[in-house]
């Protein structure tokens, strides 16, 4: 441990982060392993994290490829990656500036496969745009023992919670059978929201985690950020998340209908 924490001192990738965590902190976080399950929006912004807070290993997961629709809001998509599969194009550009050990996976997440994606895994974090995919991925994580992330955009809004074994708080967020929807994201919202994340994240795999049975919920709107406690909220949680561009929260348990500006502005 001496070793990795002067590893860790003399390292000019991380010494900046000394401070802001410890030597120690910063070796232990060189030995995780963090699985990124989509590479998209959300996905994107979370492997340049991580991987600049000094995580040893990521483990990129996604089956698309980049399309000019992600131009706007996916960090790694440019004229030079359309066409590209999502996880190589971020994998590569990682292991290419010396960042840290990269895994890909090109293949689409199932219930069959979900499991031995997380073997080896320290955590999980759910960039998905997929709400059946999501729940494949939180029942491998209680097989795993590991905890998930799970994160959400839309419109200027989004939200982020942590989920232990045994937590049921992706039904809590999106009931057991919620419908798909693609709205349409701007592209700080998806940072912002990755941003949250990956500090959670790094919370996590130093043993400090902050929002399990919680879930953060931001208006880059109206610059609010609340906390809401997942049990006994579920109906207020559900409301915010289903139209989430028709509401403002103003206090916890208290929701204000808005306009929906949507149609106006054509985000």
Not at 190 to 213: D, Y
Request: with cysteine.
């Amino acid at each position: 441990m001496a070793q990795e924490k002067g590893e860790a001192m003399n390292d000019h990738t991380v010494n900046r982060n000394i401070g802001a965590i410890t030597a120690e902190e910063q070796a232990i976080l060189r030995r995780k392993t963090v699985l990124i399950a989509g590479c998209g929006g959300l996905g994107g912004y979370c492997a340049e994290l991580l991987s600049r807070l000094g995580v040893g290993k990521l483990v990129l997961c996604d089956c698309d490829v980049f399309e000019e629709s992600n131009l706007n809001r996916q960090l790694f998509c440019n004229r030079n990656t359309l066409g590209v599969n999502k996880a190589e194009a971020i994998g590569y550009y990682i292991e290419e500036n010396d960042r840290c050990k990269v895994r890909v996976v090109t293949k689409a997440i199932t219930p069959l496969n979900a499991y031995l994606l997380t073997d080896g895994c320290d955590l999980v974090i759910d960039a998905l745009d997929n709400i059946a995919t999501r729940f494949d991925l939180q029942r491998a994580c209680k097989r795993r023992g590991i905890p998930m992330i799970t994160g959400g955009v839309s419109h200027w809004h989004g939200q982020v919670s942590t989920i232990y074994p045994g937590d049921d708080t992706l039904e809590a967020i999106f009931g057991r059978n919620a419908s798909e929807k693609h709205p349409p994201v701007l592209g700080f919202a998806a940072c912002n929201i990755a941003t949250c994340q990956v500090a959670e994240a790094a919370k996590i795999l130093l043993g400090q985690p902050s929002l399990r049975k919680k879930l953060l919920m931001i208006d880059l709107n109206g610059f609010t950020a609340k906390i809401v406690p997942i049990e006994g909220r579920r109906r207020l949680i559900g409301l915010h998340l289903r139209r989430l561009s028709d509401y403002r929260i103003l206090r916890v348990g208290k929701l204000a209908e808005k306009r929906d500006l949507s149609s106006d502005k054509k985000q």
